[in-house]
């Protein structure tokens, strides 16, 4: 069974992680890839992408922008090293979030983590509580579609750290609510992963040359070393620098298209598509309570076969549309990045009506 091209979007890719990758980003062969990263053309591309993240963000005086090799994951393990003191206190609602605060579990310089753990479909802030030094959470779980706020936990003393590696680029926010929020390359910045990027506060920085003069931290997960490279435009060893000129162009197309405020009006457009056709389809609901629903992954609960549906869509084009594995339900999942075209969401849903027609009991 093939769905009928007349209704298939133009390009099918609604992966939440890698995500659609514009063609004409993708296209050109810049004489830098496949030169030193510490020498001038790469190190210019670099320095683009920090005025950039830093313009898209609008960060204040005294917040930078720092980047590695690894992905956001590598931060994981790299949080209790450089930013956790002692206490650490943290939101999980999802499979990323609990991996986030398990490895605080295994450092063996601090405390294991205080949880507050909301169930799949919805989401909470850490509980502030005394002697808490760091709060954790995400802005967006990838995994189930729950989005929060950005919002600053505890008193001055306590650092606010978010995951934000799904909603980065599409979500509106306050960097003043947070004193790190890292990502990664390869959502809403429409590039590879290999990659993590974090927005520092003054705060966080301070907290990093403290603990890193005198914990033993390998070099990797060292935060100062990565901030020191990424002052001079670099990285600690070699990156991805594909991955570089993607994010490069991304930024370039944000930037002109309006900024972060133009990113999240597309994002919230596409998503409120999804939600509507869901509240409409007779055998498709959405997963996510409306108060937490994400802008940038839509995840819905259907009553026919996920998996059948899946299947017909990428027989047809429409792929990576899956359910996240982890999370066990009979689900669609659909991310509405800023690369993505509203129209081709739009063609999506078509096509997904035309499937759940082939498969309903007549």
């Known amino acids: 069974m093939l769905i009928p091209t007349s209704l298939l979007p133009a390009d099918g890719r609604f992966g939440a992680g890698p995500s ?3 063609a004409d980003h993708a296209s050109l062969d810049p004489r830098w890839i496949g030169t030193s990263h510490r020498q001038a053309p790469v190190k210019d591309v670099v320095g683009r992408i920090r005025e950039g993240l830093t313009d898209l963000f609008g960060l204040p005086d005294g917040y930078e922008i720092a980047l590695g090799n690894g992905g956001a994951s590598l931060l994981w393990d790299a949080i209790p090293f450089c930013l956790v003191e002692d206490r650490a206190r943290a939101a999980t609602f999802g499979q990323f979030s609990a991996k986030a605060a398990s490895a605080i579990t295994k ?6 983590p205080e949880i507050d753990e909301a169930p799949a479909g ?3 802030l850490p509980t502030i509580s ?3 030094d760091t709060y954790l959470y995400p802005q967006n779980e990838t995994s189930t579609g729950a989005m929060l706020p950005v919002a600053r936990c505890g008193d001055g003393e306590a650092l606010t750290v978010v995951d934000a590696t799904s909603a980065a680029g599409g979500v509106s926010f306050d960097p003043r609510e947070a004193d790190v929020y890292y990502f990664s390359p390869q959502k809403c ?5 290999g990659l993590w990027f974090a927005v520092l506060s003054p705060a966080a920085i301070a907290r990093i040359h403290t603990l890193t003069s005198k914990r033993w931290v390998p070099d990797i997960l060292n935060l100062r070393l990565a901030l020191e490279n990424s002052r001079k435009n670099q990285t600690l060893n070699t990156p991805a620098l594909a991955t570089l000129h993607l994010l490069d162009r ?3 197309w944000m930037l002109a298209e309006g900024g972060l405020a133009a990113m999240d009006a597309r ?3 596409m998503s409120d598509l999804v939600y509507e056709w869901a509240e409409r389809t007779e055998w498709a609901h959405p997963f996510v309570a409306d108060q937490y629903r994400s802008q940038v992954v839509a995840t819905i609960d259907v009553d026919l076969p996920a998996d ?3 299947a017909i869509c990428r027989r047809s084009g429409i792929v990576d549309i899956d359910g996240y594995r982890g999370l066990g339900r009979n689900q669609l999942r659909v991310a509405t990045f800023p690369a993505t075209e509203p129209d081709d969401v739009r063609a999506l849903l078509e096509s997904l009506s035309w499937v759940g027609q082939q498969l309903s009991p007549r």
């Open 130 to 132: 005394d002697g808490i």
């Open 122 to 124: 919805s989401a909470t």
């Open 308 to 310: 059948e549906i899946s």
């Open 189 to 193: 910045f429409a590039s590879d992963g």
């Open 267 to 269: 994002t919230t457009a």
């Open 107 to 112: 450092n063996p310089f601090v405390h294991d």
């Open 250 to 252: 991304q930024l370039d």
């Open 20 to 22: 659609k990758v514009p």
